[in-house]
Each structure stands twice: as structure tokens, then as C-alpha cells.
């Protein structure tokens, strides 16, 4: 049992209550101090120092300070008031045990408002840090936003300067042929006048001569007669030489009609082509065909010889404007050249032309997304080219090559691996 602290000295004013407690060689680490409005307690085995206060005090603003071997409390008073005895008089032990657990209680509760105050402020203090990085990063993807955006109003200016430099290209060559045709014109007509002119003048010369005689006269008219009736044609025959019939379709499942039928219509539509390009005039018929001049193409492409690839792609290309695959290994050439935006102008034509997406055309459709995808990343555009890359494993999802590739493409964007 703890033995009770008696020789305590107190004063008080009326604010506030003065109490000095001695510890009597205690140290002060293992004194226990345990304060509410009516309750005041320093335990310090084996003492004991407890008071049950006259009249409230302010626990929160009250202070005790420990050194000397000596506990001096400052307690203040609720009010203002002369206290008669630091002690309420007339407590039984009963009364005493109901002031402890009220005040335990009291503390108690004020310790878990304490508590529930702290992980509040905690929880606000956590709601603003998370605002506010919610906030850092929303800014931090606006401005990658605005980067890939001007990138892509850049890409976007690129290729259509690219394509006015192209139309005005064009139209230089097709005023550059016209000037050529006029000029042809104009020795055609020029050699027309000469020979008329020679025509005319013999003619005069034959009147001049017929006015020197009657006898003369009869002589040059029967030579200008004979001169003036041309000569018979010559005998001769014309060698032609007519196309093999070349469509794919067998035999068994021949459909005569609509092949003859295909057949003269592709032939007009080629001749009407051929009128309008002059590089066809030295070629032979074979030649004129955009299947031999693809398969040409694939030739020069693989002795890198990839200009003259191109030039065989674009004539092809002329004669007939709906096969994908002369855009597609057009692409492959520019790609080469790195002519990029050319090359990702021709895989989008290619895509454009593979449709609607079957089997049979997943070959070319995969080439195409790849070629186009390459085109964007050697642009830095790396997330357009993650795009046709990743259309790509939709077709192909076994593909290593490209699996790999667009694993590379993903750390380059998310700032893992050195750009290559």
C-alpha cells in the first residue's frame, strides 16, 4: 500500500493555485502525474500525493514542473475566487472513488478526442497531399498533351507542305508537257507550210514555162499532169501481234463471258491511260502492264537499287491505281530513302486499299500498320507508332519480332530506355 504525502505546501491568489510537493529522492523519470478539473494525483513508489481540489481549475492550461526533488504545480481557477482549503472537506472513501473514475473517464474521453482530433488533421493533411499531386500530375499530362499535339499539328504541316510541294511538281511537269506538245504542234504545222509552199512554187514555174508556146505548151502540160498524179502503193503486209490471254482463273471454273468481258475492259482502260503517259511510248505491250512493271520493281528493290524501284512503283501506279501492294512496297523504298512521311502517306493508302479486312489480305494489312508504325517512331512520333504496332499483334499475336519491337516502343515512351 503507498504511503500518503503530507508535507505539501500551497498558496494561491485568486487565478490560480500554487502547490510544491516534495519527491524525496525519487527520480523524476518514475514520477507519475495524473491531473483533471477536481482531481489532482503524483504518484512515485512507494508516495503517494493525491488532493481532491476545493473547486475546478483548467486542466489544459495548468503546469507542473519537476526538478530539485520537488513537483510545484501551477494550477488556475475556472474562477475567480479565494479557495477556504485546497481539499474539499466532508469526502468518504465512496465519494473519493466516484471522483477518481469520473475523472479517468474525463481523461479518457478527452484522450480520444485527442486521438480522433489527431487522425483528422492526419486524414486532411493526406487529402491535400494527394490533391495536390493529383494535381502536379493532371499538369504534368496537359503539358505531354500539348507536346503531343504540337507534335502532330507539325507531322500534320510537314505532310501537307509535302503534298503541295508534289501537286506544284506535277503541274510544273504537266505545263512542261504541254509546252512540248505545243512546240511539236508548231513543227508540224511549220513542215506543213514548207511543203505547201514547194507545192506552189513548182505550180507557178510550170504556168511560167507554158506561156513560151503552143508546141511547149502541150508538152509540160502532159508532164505536170503525170506529175501530179502520185504514185501507186506498194504492196506490203502489217505484222500484229495480240496479247496472250493472262487471267488467273481455272479452267473448271471458267467463266468465259465475264473474263472477255473483264479482259477488253481493263485493255480500254489501259489504252486510255497510255494516251495521257509518255513514258509509255517506248515500251513494248508486255511492259505497259502493272503486274510485270510490280514484279520489275520488286527486282530493282532487292539490288537496292531503290530510286529506279520507285520510279517502275509510280508508273504502275499510273496505269492503275488499286493495288495495294504497289503502294505497300512503294512504302518499303521510301522507308529506305527515309522519305518518312512518303512512306507513311503510301501505308495508309496500302491500309486503305486492304479492305475489308479478310484473311487473305492480313499479310499485307500487317506489313502495311509495321511500315507505317517504323515511319512514325523514326519521326519521333513514338505513340502514333505503338498504335500500328500494336494493330499488328491483332493480326499477328505470335510474332516475336514485332512483340519485341513494340515492348522497345513502350520503355522509349515511358522514359526507360535511350532513344535508338
Not at 502547490?19 to 483533471?36: E, H, M, N, W, Y
Amino acid at each position: 500500500m503507498p504511503l500518503l504525502v503530507s508535507d505539501y505546501n500551497w498558496q494561491q491568489t485568486k487565478t490560480a493555485v500554487f502547490i510544491s510537493v516534495p519527491l524525496r529522492g525519487v527520480c523524476v523519470r518514475d514520477a507519475d502525474v495524473f491531473c483533471t478539473e477536481n482531481y489532482l494525483k503524483v504518484n512515485f513508489s512507494p508516495f503517494l500525493f493525491e488532493v481532491f481540489l476545493y473547486a475546478p481549475i483548467d486542466d489544459e492550461n495548468s503546469k507542473a514542473k519537476i526538478g530539485n526533488d520537488t513537483i510545484v504545480f501551477t494550477l488556475y481557477k475556472k474562477e475567480a475566487a479565494m479557495w477556504e482549503t485546497l481539499s474539499v472537506s466532508g469526502v468518504d472513501k465512496e465519494m473519493m472513488q466516484r471522483i477518481r473514475e469520473k475523472s479517468i473517464l474525463q481523461a479518457q474521453k478527452r484522450a480520444k478526442e485527442a486521438t480522433e482530433a489527431k487522425a483528422t488533421a492526419r486524414r486532411e493533411d493526406q487529402k491535400y497531399a494527394l490533391n495536390v499531386m493529383m494535381k502536379i500530375e493532371e499538369e504534368e499530362r496537359k503539358k505531354i498533351e500539348d507536346m503531343k499535339e504540337k507534335e502532330r499539328i507539325k507531322a500534320t504541316k510537314e505532310l501537307e507542305d509535302w503534298k503541295e510541294c508534289q501537286r506544284k511538281a506535277e503541274e510544273q511537269k504537266r505545263i512542261q508537257r504541254e509546252e512540248k506538245f505545243c512546240e511539236q504542234g508548231k513543227k508540224i504545222e511549220e513542215e506543213r507550210n514548207k511543203l505547201k509552199h514547194k507545192s506552189l512554187t513548182k505550180i507557178s514555174a510550170s504556168r511560167n514555162l507554158a506561156t513560151k508556146g503552143r508546141n511547149s505548151e502541150n508538152i509540160f502540160l502532159e508532164k505536170l499532169k503525170e506529175d501530179s498524179i502520185p504514185a501507186p502503193r506498194s504492196i506490203g503486209s502489217i505484222k500484229i501481234n495480240f496479247t496472250p490471254r493472262v487471267f488467273p482463273t481455272a479452267l473448271r471454273e471458267s467463266q468465259v463471258a465475264e473474263e472477255e468481258e473483264w479482259l477488253h475492259k481493263q485493255a480500254e482502260a489501259r489504252r486510255a491511260l497510255n494516251t495521257d503517259i509518255p513514258e509509255l511510248f517506248d515500251l513494248k505491250e508486255e511492259e505497259k502492264n502493272p503486274e510485270w512493271l510490280k514484279d520489275k520493281g520488286n527486282k530493282l528493290f532487292a539490288t537496292e537499287n531503290y530510286l529506279a524501284a520507285i520510279n517502275a512503283y509510280n508508273l504502275a501506279i499510273r496505269l492503275n491505281n488499286k493495288i495495294p501492294l504497289l503502294y505497300l512496297n512503294r512504302a518499303a523504298c521510301h522507308l529506305k530513302l527515309k522519305n518518312l512521311h512518303k512512306a507513311i502517306e503510301d501505308s495508309s493508302k496500302a491500309l486503305e486499299l486492304l479492305t475489308p479486312p479478310v484473311p487473305d489480305n492480313a499479310n499485307g494489312r500487317m506489313k502495311a500498320y509495321i511500315r507505317r508504325g517504323t515511319a512514325f517512331c523514326q519521326l519521333e512520333l513514338y505513340i502514333e507508332g505503338l498504335q500500328d504496332y500494336e494493330a499488328a499483334l491483332k493480326i499477328d499475336p505470335s510474332n516475336k519480332i514485332v512483340q519485341n519491337d513494340a515492348e522497345k516502343i513502350r520503355k522509349i515512351i515511358q522514359g526507360t530506355e535511350v532513344k535508338s
